[in-house]
Structures are given as structure tokens and as C-alpha cells.
């Protein structure tokens, strides 16, 4: 038996391709499409802790790390045919229980994981700080992380795709959604017709908030904004166009205020 067939690599390696080509995008549109950056040059360059190359070499890493947890997964999980669980036809009406119970399943791990590592203070000064070090955020610094809190993301992916039952091809596509939204929640833009402002409330500004300085309270969700609104961490915001161009994530409780 193959240690990984074709369609679990794909699963695996697709998702990494579509960050760094989606993430790229962003990068090309941030000196062409200031009008529509959340933040400029020099907010970037004034409050971020950490340089866009050591945030390269660490998301290389962190993906390093996922393939081979994806692939030894993929591995111990395998039925003896040789695929990753039983053949079943897959109609649309168990395709779309599955996508309902992997986002379920990802936006509550990730939300309780991430509102814990805020919590605890040991746990966020040593696991957690790093990524806050983009206080400004962009694109490819969406998988900036510790290399345990990068575990922990991991596994949460892993976890949807097991408990909801897909198949290595079905995983591939949607990791490549999530991929592709946490991308978007990092690029510090909001471009015109952006599906993810029109079909989600949690998108780029949304967690811009987090991303803000005196903003790390709030705004944890990943795909829906239930779990910040239940446990009181869900900051409404509006957005303004700023004096030198681009436009800026004013919160609710911060219209007199700046951080």
C-alpha cells in the first residue's frame, strides 16, 4: 500500500499552492489599489514587529509542518483499498452536510482555541504574540503563527475533514475555501465585489478589529460571527475613508478615539 495516493497529495499540496497564489494577488494590489487598503504604508512599517521575510521563512515552516501532519493523517486513516474511507456516492445533499458540519466543526475549534489563547496569559505571551506582532496585517501573514498554535490550526482542519466524512478530493476544495478566507481576512483590503463582504459578516475589517491594538478582545470567529456575539466578544465597526487616501476600520466603542 502507497504511503499517500494522488488524490490525498493533491489534497494536501493544493491548498498551500492556492495561499501563496491568492496571497500573491493581494500583494501585486496593494501598490496598484491604495484606495482600498485598510491601512497604509506606514502604518505597516510603524507597528508591525516583524519583517515580511521572517514572516515568509515562518509560514514556509508552519506549511512544512501541515503537510506532513495532512499526510501521516491521510496515512493511519486509509482503508485497505487504498482510499481515505468507504466509496460512497457523493450527491449534493451529502455534500452539503458535510460543508455545514466542517465549518461548524473548524469555527468552533478555531474560535475556542484562539478566545483561550487570548485568555490565558501564559499561553498568549508564549504561543500567541507572535502573530499579533502584524498589527497590521497582510495577506501571507494569515498563517504567521507559533509553531504549536500552528498545530493547533492544523488539527483543527483535520478534525473537519474526519468528522464530516470527505474524501481527499471533496477536502481539497474546501481547504482551499478556507485557505482562500483566511487569506482574505489578512489582506488588509476591501476590494469592490468582494464575495466574502457580500456573503459573510466576518471578512478582512472584521478582524482587522482584532488585528488593532486596543482591539485583541474581539472578534475571534472564523466564518460566522455567532460565538463573538454569544460570549459578548463581537465589536461592530464602520468603515471610513481616510484624509490621505484608503480607507480605515473604525470600532463601535472607538468613535472619539484612536489607538
Not at 48 to 59: M, P
Not at 60 to 73: E, G, K, P
Request: proline content about 4%.
Amino acid at each position: 500500500m502507497a504511503f499517500v495516493t494522488s488524490e490525498e497529495l493533491l489534497a494536501t499540496l493544493v491548498p498551500i499552492a492556492v495561499y501563496w497564489i491568492y496571497s500573491g494577488m493581494y500583494v501585486m494590489f496593494e501598490s496598484r489599489f491604495e484606495k482600498y487598503k485598510l491601512h497604509s504604508k506606514k502604518e505597516e512599517e510603524e507597528k508591525n514587529l516583524v519583517s515580511r521575510k521572517e514572516v515568509f521563512k515562518a509560514v514556509l515552516c508552519h506549511q512544512v509542518m501541515s503537510i506532513a501532519i495532512n499526510l501521516f493523517t491521510y496515512a493511519v486513516t486509509r482503508e485497505k483499498d487504498g482510499e481515505a474511507s468507504p466509496k460512497k456516492s457523493l450527491t449534493l445533499l451529502l455534500l452539503a452536510k458535510q460543508l455545514v458540519i466542517a465549518m461548524v466543526v473548524i469555527d468552533t475549534w478555531s474560535f475556542f482555541v484562539h478566545w483561550y489563547l487570548h485568555q490565558n496569559k501564559f499561553l498568549y505571551k508564549h504561543l500567541h504574540v507572535p502573530h499579533h506582532r502584524l498589527v497590521v496585517p497582510y495577506s501571507f501573514g494569515g498563517q504567521y503563527m507559533h509553531p504549536i498554535e500552528g498545530f493547533l490550526d492544523t488539527m483543527g482542519g483535520t478534525l473537519a475533514v474526519l468528522l464530516s466524512g470527505m474524501s481527499p478530493r471533496t477536502a481539497m476544495f474546501f481547504s482551499s475555501f478556507t485557505i482562500l478566507k483566511l487569506v482574505d481576512d489578512h489582506c488588509g483590503m476591501k476590494l469592490p465585489g468582494n464575495p466574502f463582504y457580500l456573503f459573510f459578516n466576518n471578512n478582512s475589517a472584521y478582524h482587522d478589529v482584532h488585528h488593532q491594538l486596543y482591539g485583541t478582545k474581539y472578534n475571534f470567529s472564523v466564518y460566522f460571527d455567532i460565538w463573538d456575539r454569544i460570549l459578548g466578544t463581537y465589536m461592530p465597526y464602520s468603515l471610513e475613508k481616510r484624509p490621505d487616501g484608503g480607507l480605515e476600520v473604525r470600532r463601535a466603542d472607538q468613535e472619539h478615539k484612536k489607538d
